[in-house]
């Protein structure tokens, strides 16, 4: 994910992806790997918009164990 600094125009996402159940513990790069590449064959199927790899983001929360 890139931030912008402040006055800087910020770029978002086309896509996103959300990890699903018992996915918490990989990491963004992980669930990119095979979440993007499902949404853009989705996309094609449903005759939608073309999006590239890039234009994908993960929405990722690492939930840490209880202490």
Do not use: N
């Not at 790069?29 to 993960?58: K, M, S, W």
């Amino acid at each position: 994910m890139t931030y912008a600094a402040p006055g800087e125009a910020v770029v978002m996402a086309k896509g996103v992806v959300v990890h699903g159940l018992g996915k918490q513990y990989l990491g963004p790069h992980t669930l990119h790997g095979g979440g993007a590449p499902a949404l853009l064959d989705g996309l094609r199927a449903a005759d939608a918009p073309t999006l590239r790899l890039d234009d994908v983001e993960v929405a990722f929360c690492l939930q840490l164990p209880p202490a």
